[in-house]
Protein backbone atom coordinates (compact mmCIF):
# COMPACT_ATOMS: atom_id res chain seq x y z
CA UNK A 1 0.00 0.00 0.00
CA UNK A 2 1.12 3.38 -0.62
CA UNK A 3 0.95 6.57 0.71
CA UNK A 4 2.32 8.85 -1.63
CA UNK A 5 -0.65 9.38 -3.93
CA UNK A 6 -2.49 10.45 -1.00
CA UNK A 7 -0.59 13.39 0.04
CA UNK A 8 -0.46 14.46 -3.40
CA UNK A 9 -4.18 14.78 -3.44
CA UNK A 10 -4.53 16.47 -0.30
CA UNK A 11 -1.40 18.94 -1.29
CA UNK A 12 -3.49 19.49 -4.57
CA UNK A 13 -6.98 20.35 -2.86
CA UNK A 14 -5.07 22.62 -0.56
CA UNK A 15 -3.40 24.64 -3.86
CA UNK A 16 -6.96 24.89 -5.23
CA UNK A 17 -8.48 26.48 -1.71
CA UNK A 18 -5.56 28.66 -1.68
CA UNK A 19 -6.18 29.93 -5.74
CA UNK A 20 -9.90 30.32 -4.57
CA UNK A 21 -9.11 31.96 -1.36
CA UNK A 22 -6.98 34.76 -3.16
CA UNK A 23 -9.93 35.21 -6.17
CA UNK A 24 -12.38 36.14 -3.37
CA UNK A 25 -10.08 38.63 -2.23
CA UNK A 26 -8.79 39.92 -5.45
CA UNK A 27 -12.66 40.42 -6.19
CA UNK A 28 -13.10 43.02 -3.43
CA UNK A 29 -10.53 45.30 -4.19
CA UNK A 30 -12.71 48.42 -5.36
CA UNK A 31 -16.13 46.60 -4.58
CA UNK A 32 -16.08 46.20 -0.23
CA UNK A 33 -19.33 46.04 -0.10
CA UNK A 34 -18.96 46.25 3.67
CA UNK A 35 -19.83 50.03 5.33
CA UNK A 36 -23.33 49.83 7.11
CA UNK A 37 -21.68 53.41 8.57
CA UNK A 38 -21.53 55.11 5.07
CA UNK A 39 -25.35 56.34 4.53
CA UNK A 40 -25.53 59.68 2.83
CA UNK A 41 -24.78 59.82 -1.08
CA UNK A 42 -22.18 62.26 0.29
CA UNK A 43 -20.22 59.69 2.49
CA UNK A 44 -20.33 56.66 -0.55
CA UNK A 45 -18.83 58.53 -2.87
CA UNK A 46 -16.25 60.11 -1.30
CA UNK A 47 -15.68 56.33 0.14
CA UNK A 48 -15.87 54.63 -3.48
CA UNK A 49 -15.23 57.14 -5.96
CA UNK A 50 -13.38 60.42 -4.57
CA UNK A 51 -10.10 58.84 -5.03
CA UNK A 52 -9.88 59.27 -8.96
CA UNK A 53 -13.00 61.88 -8.97
CA UNK A 54 -11.77 63.74 -5.97
CA UNK A 55 -14.11 65.01 -2.83
CA UNK A 56 -15.62 67.88 -4.59
CA UNK A 57 -16.03 66.27 -7.83
CA UNK A 58 -13.97 68.01 -9.81
CA UNK A 59 -11.55 65.09 -11.43
CA UNK A 60 -8.36 64.84 -12.10
CA UNK A 61 -7.21 66.51 -15.29
CA UNK A 62 -3.55 65.00 -15.24
CA UNK A 63 -4.93 61.13 -14.82
CA UNK A 64 -7.49 61.52 -17.34
CA UNK A 65 -10.71 61.56 -14.69
CA UNK A 66 -13.48 63.66 -16.37
CA UNK A 67 -15.33 66.07 -13.48
CA UNK A 68 -18.57 64.82 -12.12
CA UNK A 69 -19.81 68.44 -11.28
CA UNK A 70 -21.75 69.53 -13.84
CA UNK A 71 -22.11 66.35 -15.34
CA UNK A 72 -24.62 66.00 -18.53
CA UNK A 73 -25.95 62.67 -17.32
CA UNK A 74 -29.04 61.68 -15.66
CA UNK A 75 -29.12 60.11 -12.50
CA UNK A 76 -29.97 57.05 -14.47
CA UNK A 77 -27.07 57.24 -16.62
CA UNK A 78 -24.79 57.46 -13.87
CA UNK A 79 -25.74 54.71 -11.90
CA UNK A 80 -26.13 52.59 -14.87
CA UNK A 81 -22.25 53.46 -15.58
CA UNK A 82 -20.75 53.08 -12.15
CA UNK A 83 -22.81 49.31 -12.14
CA UNK A 84 -22.42 48.08 -15.59
CA UNK A 85 -19.84 49.76 -17.06
CA UNK A 86 -19.35 52.63 -20.11
CA UNK A 87 -18.09 50.31 -22.38
CA UNK A 88 -15.03 47.68 -23.02
CA UNK A 89 -11.72 50.45 -22.58
CA UNK A 90 -13.22 52.72 -20.00
CA UNK A 91 -10.55 52.89 -17.14
CA UNK A 92 -12.95 53.04 -14.67
CA UNK A 93 -13.80 50.15 -12.07
CA UNK A 94 -17.22 48.59 -12.91
CA UNK A 95 -18.87 48.44 -8.76
CA UNK A 96 -21.02 45.43 -10.04
CA UNK A 97 -21.85 44.44 -6.33
CA UNK A 98 -23.08 47.64 -5.51
CA UNK A 99 -26.95 47.66 -5.49
CA UNK A 100 -29.32 50.02 -7.56
CA UNK A 101 -29.79 52.18 -4.54
CA UNK A 102 -26.73 52.92 -3.41
CA UNK A 103 -25.63 53.66 -6.91
CA UNK A 104 -28.57 55.95 -7.32
CA UNK A 105 -27.90 57.64 -4.19
CA UNK A 106 -24.70 58.63 -5.58
CA UNK A 107 -25.62 59.65 -8.97
CA UNK A 108 -28.30 62.18 -7.13
CA UNK A 109 -24.95 63.47 -4.93
CA UNK A 110 -23.09 63.63 -7.96
CA UNK A 111 -25.81 65.63 -10.11
CA UNK A 112 -25.95 67.91 -6.56
CA UNK A 113 -22.25 68.77 -7.04
C1 LIG B 1 -10.11 54.20 -10.62
C2 LIG B 1 -10.62 55.53 -10.88
C3 LIG B 1 -12.12 55.80 -10.87
C4 LIG B 1 -13.02 55.53 -9.87
C5 LIG B 1 -12.77 54.84 -8.52
C6 LIG B 1 -14.29 56.03 -10.33
N1 LIG B 1 -14.16 56.59 -11.58
FE1 LIG B 1 -15.64 57.49 -12.67
N2 LIG B 1 -14.34 57.72 -14.22
C7 LIG B 1 -13.02 57.37 -14.23
C8 LIG B 1 -12.46 57.61 -15.55
C9 LIG B 1 -11.02 57.34 -15.97
C10 LIG B 1 -13.51 58.10 -16.34
C11 LIG B 1 -13.44 58.48 -17.84
C12 LIG B 1 -13.61 57.27 -18.70
C13 LIG B 1 -15.04 56.85 -18.78
O1 LIG B 1 -15.94 57.70 -18.97
O2 LIG B 1 -15.32 55.66 -18.64
C14 LIG B 1 -14.69 58.17 -15.48
C15 LIG B 1 -15.92 58.65 -15.88
C16 LIG B 1 -17.02 58.82 -15.05
C17 LIG B 1 -18.28 59.44 -15.43
C18 LIG B 1 -18.62 60.01 -16.79
C19 LIG B 1 -18.35 61.50 -16.76
C20 LIG B 1 -19.26 62.24 -17.70
O3 LIG B 1 -19.90 63.22 -17.25
O4 LIG B 1 -19.36 61.84 -18.88
C21 LIG B 1 -19.09 59.41 -14.34
C22 LIG B 1 -20.51 59.97 -14.21
C23 LIG B 1 -18.33 58.78 -13.28
N3 LIG B 1 -17.09 58.44 -13.73
C24 LIG B 1 -18.82 58.57 -12.01
C25 LIG B 1 -18.17 57.81 -11.03
C26 LIG B 1 -18.77 57.45 -9.76
C27 LIG B 1 -20.17 57.85 -9.31
C28 LIG B 1 -17.85 56.68 -9.10
C29 LIG B 1 -17.99 55.99 -7.77
C30 LIG B 1 -19.07 55.04 -7.62
C31 LIG B 1 -16.65 56.61 -9.94
N4 LIG B 1 -16.90 57.30 -11.10
C32 LIG B 1 -15.47 55.96 -9.59
C33 LIG B 1 -12.30 56.89 -13.16
C34 LIG B 1 -12.84 56.46 -11.94
Partial sequence: MSVKPDIR???RR???LL???MLLLAGCGQDMHDHPDLVTGEQLFN???ASCHKPGGQ???LKGVPANKGT???IFQIAHKVQSGAGE?????VFAGMSYDEARKIAAYVQRL
Fill in 9 to 11: RVL
Fill in 14 to 16: NVI
Fill in 19 to 21: LSA
Fill in 47 to 49: YHC
Fill in 59 to 61: GNF
Fill in 72 to 74: DLS
Fill in 89 to 93: NSAMP
